[in-house]
């Protein structure tokens, strides 16, 4: 190899690494993604977790991840606990398509 090559070959290698820590700094400074709605339910519900384990905080976890119950706990809404005793009514009747769709409309509408 001659010495007009090594030094291209140096001052390419050189040239690389100067600009890797560019490169890197660009990266870190990109700014943070927000969260999903589904990942501040999740902190959400983990902070009001705390305390309880086991079966019990799995259930929490479970309802609470669902939207069930609200953050600070509340129980559902009015139109939220209509929906699922209609559902479970509607469940407990066996009832499929179109007769299942008029008892909701119905059941929904009634109470």
Request: proline residues 2%; positive net charge; aromatic residues 2%.
């Amino acid at each position: 190899m001659t010495v007009l090559a090594r030094l291209l070959l140096t001052a390419t290698v050189l040239g690389g690494l100067a600009a890797m820590p560019a490169h890197s700094a660009q990266t870190a400074a990109a700014p943070a993604k927000a969260k999903t709605a589904q990942q501040e339910r999740m902190v959400t519900c983990n902070q009001d977790a705390k305390g309880k384990t086991g079966d019990e905080r799995k259930a929490f976890m479970s309802s609470c991840l669902k939207g069930e119950t609200s953050a600070s706990g509340n129980a559902l809404s009015a139109s939220q606990q209509r929906m699922k005793n209609c559902n479970a009514d509607a469940t407990a009747k066996a009832l499929k398509g179109d007769q299942r769709k008029a008892f909701m409309s119905t059941c929904l509408k009634a109470k």
